[in-house]
């Protein structure tokens, strides 16, 4: 086990963050009671938010002093509560059996539903027990896998769609080469969010990209007759344009997680990991020529897509062709809360999964440079990438010390338009005077 030093706490929880992304595998982010606590719930949050598998460990005050207000250091009403408003799963640990259950618990849940992080608080009097407790040994739990009946259904309508098209996330980041079968024997279109970007190379006929937000591609969503969506909950946050999905006809999803979605009724809603169940739906389906053949390549509807850029947006385009003319084509890209990481979702070309970050759902600033310190460090031969505005770097340019100390060779791209430009441009549009958006960088 390695340790890392970070400047601030959110540094630490975004690197923790941005290494659990790039691997799949979960890191730890070490913290103290009280404010620790509080400056790593802000990192916390992102991460449920964008399902990242990560452990935050800290310690509390005295377990007798808990929920006593007696004004210990680093005293806080309600610790536990603090991280389970942002979570699902936050414990805190009175004894060192407690402390292995607890721990045993997170991975089952990493490996077994949705992985998102868990919260563990250890109290000081806890932390100075001895003990003796011997290794115990423990399986993993299996995936679900999809039932019969479901199969059945979902691909009793795929086998009868004309105008298929399949939207992918984050969740089917393991389902990329059986997702590209299924594509080309459907003939369907292929849409990701963020999260799923690289599931189909930038260049198959097939491929829309990152492109829900868009007109061209959300009127072939109203087209298609049947809508397989693998791994996303589809929320406002993938589409940008809209609080919900519009889609003109069934709509089949596959998703680990067992939340009803109220916003999108499924004709089928399978609750299975990704791989497994489109591989079973692969066998039951046959070859066609159909919708995609005849509306024409995605190239197409991308050329629509672009057309319709003003000129800061071809400037940013350009801007993003060129990083990544730079960079090899397995170098990972952090971006942040910036406009020009907004366009790299769909315009990065990314040939791959897992190798362009973005902090979708919950829209922290500050994510890019200590999250691509976090992926250097479990990928030190990787070329990594951060990407952010000229604020959001400054929300966490502590980390920068950190990487310095670490001497990584960590690349930072800056879109420096002196503002807040996003809030800025909102704020014009909305016929309201910039107020606070404009400043002096250093």
């Known amino acids: 086990m390695r340790h890392v030093l970070a400047r601030h706490e959110q540094g630490a929880g975004f690197a923790a963050d941005g290494y659990a992304r790039s691997t799949g595998r979960p890191a730890a982010a070490f913290v103290i009671s009280g404010p620790g606590v509080s400056n790593v719930l802000t990192a916390t949050a992102q991460a449920f938010s964008d399902s990242v598998p990560m452990l935050v460990i800290a310690s509390t005050p005295d377990s007798r002093s808990l929920g006593q207000r007696w004004g210990v250091l680093h005293d806080l009403n309600d610790q536990q509560g603090l991280m389970a408003s942002v979570l699902d799963c936050a414990t805190t640990a009175t004894t060192a059996e407690a402390v292995r259950d607890a721990l045993q618990r997170a991975f089952v849940l990493f490996h077994s539903g949705r992985p998102r992080p868990v919260y563990l608080g250890v109290p000081l009097d806890v932390l100075a027990m001895d003990t003796d407790l011997p290794a115990q040994r423990f399986e993993l739990p299996r995936r679900p896998l999809a039932s019969a009946d479901d199969l059945a259904r979902a691909s009793g309508l795929l086998e009868g769609a004309r105008r298929p098209l399949i939207v992918a996330g984050g969740g089917a980041r393991g389902a990329a080469i059986v997702l590209r079968q299924l594509v080309e024997i459907l003939d ?22 990152c492109s829900l937000p868009y007109a061209p591609t959300q009127r072939l969503l109203v087209e298609a007759d049947v809508v397989l969506a693998v791994g996303t909950d589809l929320t406002e946050t993938d589409l940008y344009t809209a609080d919900r999905l519009t889609h003109g006809g069934k709509l089949i999803r596959i998703d680990i997680s067992d939340r009803e979605d109220l916003r999108h009724a499924a004709a089928v809603s399978i609750r299975a990991d990704a791989a497994p169940t489109l591989e079973s739906l692969l066998t039951a389906v046959t070859r066609r020529s159909g919708w995609r053949t005849t509306a024409g390549e995605a190239r197409l509807h991308r050329e629509r897509i672009e057309s319709s850029f003003d000129a800061r947006t071809r400037l940013l385009q350009s801007a993003l062709t060129a990083i990544r003319a730079a960079l090899p084509a397995d170098a990972a890209v952090f971006g942040d809360m910036t406009q020009i990481a907004y366009l790299g979702n769909y315009a990065f070309a990314t040939d791959a999964p897992g190798l362009w970050h973005h902090p979708s759902g919950y829209g922290t600033l500050g994510h890019a440079l200590p999250a691509a310190l976090g992926a250097k460090l479990a990928s030190p031969e990787r070329a990594v990438l951060a990407l952010a505005g000229d604020f959001g770097l400054q929300f966490t340019l502590g980390e920068l010390v950190t990487a310095v100390e670490l001497e990584l060779a960590l690349p930072i791209v800056v879109w420096n338009n002196a503002a807040l430009g996003q809030i800025r441009d909102d704020m014009i549009a909305g016929g309201i005077p910039p107020l606070g958006v404009i400043a002096r960088n250093p």
Not at 193 to 199: D, Q, S
Not at 200 to 208: I, K, M
């Open 188 to 209: 369907a279109y292929f849409v990701t969010t963020a999260a799923g970007k690289g599931l189909l190379p930038e260049a198959h006929p097939a491929n829309l990209g």
